[in-house]
T-cell receptor, first 115, second 113 residues
């Protein structure tokens, strides 16, 4: 099992450009998440998808959109990148609903720089 | 709302020293508590967890006990190694919050040989 995979690993954008970050999991998890990690601020939830066909805003959704393409895939889109979106982005998945099974499994991250 | 507070870093220790990283939480329900670890250039991975009061989670020599009376989940290890150098995140997940996980800000640990 590959677990959670993310592409690309690194990306440099110019202000105003758009891009999509891809995430896939092969653990048959219902829930998927997108976080950003900034120095000294821990992880902040951008969007999440509790199950296939649903998406909800997290703590910092402005400037982002998401698509839950199917049970395996959850993409994050930046329509018009801004320097404030320079960050490390992590995708995660989990299988909540069962006792003790709300552990999150993380991908390796995408390091995005917006110039 | 739910929140997690953990001690600020960085924490610098010599090899074989005792480690404690403090974590306290605020939650309206009965959360599960976690410690995640992030090694350089990688994503987070679960280190240990506890799902109810007085449970002790343990893994790789690390331990943490779920203390409801003090709303704490402090991470300890009796003898750290250089390979333990990483960032450690305390977190909680509450069914009342739809299983969204709340993370602390992270504590960076440096272990010197």
């Amino acid at each position: 099992n590959a677990g959670v995979t993310q592409t690309p690993k690194f990306q440099v954008l110019k202000t105003g450009q758009s891009m999509t970050l891809q995430c896939a999991q092969d653990m048959n998890h219902n829930s998927m998440y997108w976080y950003r990690q900034d120095p000294g601020m821990g992880l902040r939830l951008i969007y999440y998808s509790a199950s296939e066909g649903t998406t909800d805003k997290g703590e910092v959704p402005n400037g982002y959109n998401v698509s839950r393409l199917n049970k395996r895939e959850f993409s994050l889109r930046l329509e018009s990148a801004a320097p404030s979106q320079t960050s490390v982005y992590f995708c995660a998945s989990s299988a909540p609903g069962l006792a003790g099974s709300d552990t999150q499994y993380f991908g390796p991250g995408t390091r995005l720089t917006v110039l | 709302g739910n929140s997690v507070t953990q001690m600020e870093g960085p924490v610098t220790l010599s090899e074989e020293a005792f480690l404690t990283i403090n974590c306290t939480y605020t939650a309206t329900g009965y959360p599960s508590l976690f410690w995640y670890v992030q090694y350089p250039g990688e994503g987070l991975q679960l280190l240990l967890k506890a799902t109810k009061a007085d449970d002790k989670g343990s893994n790789k020599g690390f331990e943490a006990t779920y203390r409801k009376e003090t709303t704490s989940f402090h991470l300890e290890k009796g003898s750290v190694q250089v390979s333990d150098s990483a960032v450690y995140f305390c977190a909680l997940s509450d069914r009342g919050g739809g299983f969204k996980t709340i993370f602390g800000a992270g504590t960076r640990l440096f272990v010197k040989a």
